[in-house]
């Protein structure tokens, strides 16, 4: 079973940035046939897809309001997922999650919580005006 931590979270001004990470609890974990994505929830909202990962290319994609300014990329020797947020604005104050999906080949981006079967428990990330 796959364990997933998410850390970087915090306090940061509008306009700010921020580094999350999310790390499998084996660092030997194979990433290459493991699709990720981050979801985020905010306050009294459910869950939204935010950026995903596909497996061995590594293709991403993200929701338009943060399309150019958060960044997905992986670390496969050290069995993370980064999610660089840039030009932070108050809107995208929540609880962010990581998430995991083993498929078998191919480079898809999954964006429904269903599509994923693992799931870390989330870093809050506040972006004050």
């Known amino acids: 079973q796959v364990q997933l931590v998410e850390s970087g979270g915090g306090l940061v001004q509008a306009g700010g940035s921020v580094r999350l990470s999310c790390a499998a609890s084996v660092r030997t974990f194979n990433m290459d046939i493991y699709a990720v994505g981050w979801f985020r929830q905010a306050p009294g909202k459910g869950r939204t897809f935010v950026a995903g990962?596909?497996?061995?290319?590594?293709?991403?994609n993200y929701v338009d309001s943060v399309n150019g300014r958060f960044t997905i990329s992986r670390d496969n020797a050290k069995a993370t997922v980064h999610l660089q947020m840039n030009s932070l604005q108050p809107e995208d104050t929540a609880v962010y999650y990581c998430?995991?999906?083993?498929?078998?080949?191919?480079?898809?981006?999954?964006?429904?919580?269903?599509?994923?079967?693992?799931w870390g428990r989330g870093t809050q990330v506040t972006v004050s005006s």
């Open positions: 990962i596909s497996g061995s290319f590594s293709n991403t």
């Open positions: 998430a995991a999906r083993r498929i078998p080949f191919g480079n898809s981006v999954f964006y429904t919580e269903n599509d994923y079967s693992y």
